[in-house]
């Protein structure tokens, strides 16, 4: 059984529903994909092993249903059409076991542990100095 689930654009705020099973592991809504992440269309099957998130064209989608009203100040005003970029809805993934990290490895620097100093000897030194 479906039930309905409801994300905003997170450059518009415009609300996009979809059909969801009962069962949700939702990691993220960004306006860029995940590295690593396969992403489906709305229109598409995502539920599941299929994919691991579901790629939204805000306004764009047949099968969303949009909201068509921007309601900031607590009511309808203004039909909203939506921003036309994408965004992306991202699931919870696992490896092994264990919950993938989406954010891009840091990459590490080995700093000497030599106390020692290193690099070029200051004017007094090897072929240092003033006349």
């Given amino acids: 059984m479906g039930y309905p689930v409801t994300y905003h654009c997170p450059r518009c705020e415009t609300i996009v529903e979809i059909e969801r099973e009962g069962y949700l592991a939702d990691k993220a809504v960004t306006p860029y994909p995940f590295e690593g ?3 489906a ?9 299929e994919a691991d998130g579901v790629r939204f064209v805000c306004g764009e989608s047949d099968e969303v249903v949009w909201d068509p009203y ?6 309808p005003t ?12 991202s699931f919870v993934r696992y490896e092994e076991g264990r919950e993938v990290d989406p954010r891009a490895e ?7 542990p030599d106390p020692r100093p290193s690099g070029p000897t200051g004017p007094d030194g090897p072929g240092g100095g003033f006349w």
Avoid: H, K, Q
């Fill in 106 to 112: 840091s990459e590490f620097v080995r700093i000497d």
């Fill in 70 to 75: 921007d309601a900031d100040d607590g009511g």
């Fill in 37 to 39: 992440w396969t992403y």
């Fill in 41 to 49: 269309g709305p229109d598409e099957s995502f539920e599941g092993d």
């Fill in 78 to 89: 203004e039909p909203n059409a939506g921003c036309g970029e994408p965004f992306y809805l």
